[in-house]
């Protein structure tokens, strides 16, 4: 098995000519220590333990017997064909839609409102032409997926399909709120409120009145005596 490489395939050819049936086992054990090292980044199950087993067995072409958790595998695995997937046998009228769009179909005729069922068709040409897109490079006119929804309803959503065709497609249409025309509610804006003249003059005064500290003082000293101290640097000394 390639997964394993070649000196794997050396461990077992030379376990295989261990007489010793408990010598073998052991060294059956570290061997598949060794084939689980190798690829770490499978998860340690009772699952993976088997197929690690089974990997074993094949390499060792069933000639390998040791006392192992697992039975060792039936040979005729290896010319075992995969079973065949059952796949859907519906007929679809449309493939590249798939079975969902039909489905939804039969969901929007089930719907009560007619304004839920303008959203739902607008919502389903909107789908379609995404769909149609996948297989094709051209795109596909709103009238032709009005007319194919039409025919997948069995021409139970005339009325709704007759009205989308004079007054186009439901804005921001989703089959979740059923409401297409409802649209998402703005944001609310509160005006800053504006200051009175009082209230203006008040903090007028405040600042006039506002007592002034020593701060600038102990600034101004500051500064002098920086002054004072770049000027005695300046001094030549005797």
């Keep these: ?117 303008k959203a739902f068709i607008s919502y389903m040409v909107k789908l379609m032409k995404s769909f149609f897109l996948n297989w094709n490079k051209d795109t596909i006119e709103t009238n032709t997926c009005l007319q194919q929804i039409l025919e997948l309803s069995g021409y139970k959503l005339q009325a709704e399909i007759d009205d989308l065709r004079q007054n186009g497609l439901v804005e921001e249409a989703t089959p979740r709120d059923g409401s297409g025309n409802r649209g998402r509610q703005p944001f609310q804006t509160f005006a800053r409120p504006e200051r009175g003249n009082n209230d203006r003059r008040m903090a007028g005064n405040d600042r006039n009145h506002r007592p002034q500290g020593n701060g600038n003082r102990n600034n101004n000293n500051g500064n002098n005596n920086n002054k004072n101290r770049f000027r005695d640097n300046n001094r030549r000394r005797p």
């Design 1 to 117: 098995m390639k997964e394993y490489g070649s000196n794997v395939q050396k461990l077992v050819e030379h376990i295989i000519t261990i007489p010793d049936i408990e010598t073998r086992t052991k060294h059956a054990h570290i061997l598949i220590e060794l084939m689980r090292q190798i690829h770490p980044q499978m998860r340690d199950g009772m699952d993976y333990s088997k197929k690690l087993w089974d990997d074993l067995y094949v390499m060792a072409n069933f000639d390998l017997v040791v006392d192992s958790p697992f039975p060792p595998p039936p040979k005729e695995i290896l010319g075992r064909k995969p079973k065949q997937i059952p796949y859907n046998q519906q007929k679809l009228k449309h493939r590249f839609y798939g079975r969902n769009v039909e489905l939804l179909v039969l969901k929007a005729m089930l719907t009560e409102s007619y304004e839920e069922r």
